[in-house]
Structures are given as structure tokens and as C-alpha cells.
Nanobody, 126 residues
Framework: QVQLVESGGGLVQAGGSLRLSCAAS????????RAWFRQAPGKEREFVAA????????YYADSVKGRFTISKDNAKNTVYLQMTSLKPEDTAVYYC???????????????????WGQGTQVTVSS
């Protein structure tokens, strides 16, 4: 059974930091590209950040660029999202995802991802 399990969410004040983790189990995800998406109440799920399987390429949504950093540890089948300078508008459920498809701007298309975690809540208070 393939599973992606997120952790690290919580409640933080504006300007604070959180580090999300997404551990994969059930198969080897070392050759999978990984990403984080988020979904706020009443809104569509949106792209946050993505990283290629080897870690040489990473991409960010404009809204988080310079504040969030995605990284991965293939030996642990785990991807991380370090979030700093958090804002109330970052409040959402954060999901990690995995795909074998890469190239162009595919990294930002949620329909291209094959596996998803259950999500972890991040709440930023003002």
C-alpha cells in the first residue's frame, strides 16, 4: 500500500516558521518528483512548491518565493517544506504529492500527480 504522510502542521503567529515533512512508504519514491500544494477553505487546491527527483530543479509559487524552501532526502523517501515569514494568507491544508511526470510547467498541475497525502493543517494567526 502506497502512502504519503504529512506532518509538522500547526498554529503559528504571523512572522513565524514551520517545517512540514512528507514521508513516503509502500514503495521507493526516490525517482519521483515531489511537490506541495495547499487548499484554503472555499478555494481550489493550489501549487506551492515542487522539486525534481534528483533535487536539481525546484519551483515555487510567486506567493511563497523567498519565504518557503522545498528539499528532499531520497534515502528517507521524505520531502520537506521549510516555511518562514508566515502570513495569515498562508493558512490552508497542505498536501504533498508525487509524480513520475516532469517537464515544462507540469510541476504546477495538480492533475499530473499520482499520489497524495491526507494533508496537514497550517494556521497562521495575525
Amino acid at each position: 500500500q502506497v502512502q504519503l504522510v504529512e506532518s509538522g502542521g500547526g498554529l503559528v503567529q504571523a512572522g513565524g516558521s514551520l517545517r512540514l515533512s512528507c514521508a513516503a512508504s509502500g514503495r521507493t519514491f526516490s525517482r519521483y518528483h515531489r511537490a506541495w500544494f495547499r487548499q484554503a477553505p472555499g478555494k481550489e487546491r493550489e501549487f506551492v512548491a515542487a522539486i525534481s527527483w534528483a533535487g536539481f530543479e525546484s519551483y515555487y509559487a510567486d506567493s511563497v518565493k523567498g519565504r518557503f524552501t522545498i528539499s528532499k532526502d531520497n534515502a528517507k523517501n521524505t520531502v520537506y517544506l521549510q516555511m518562514t515569514s508566515l502570513k495569515p494568507e498562508d493558512t490552508a491544508v497542505y498536501y504533498c504529492a508525487a509524480t513520475r511526470t516532469w517537464g515544462g510547467t507540469i510541476y504546477g498541475d495538480k492533475n499530473r500527480y499520482d499520489y497524495w497525502g491526507q494533508g496537514t493543517q497550517v494556521t497562521v494567526s495575525s
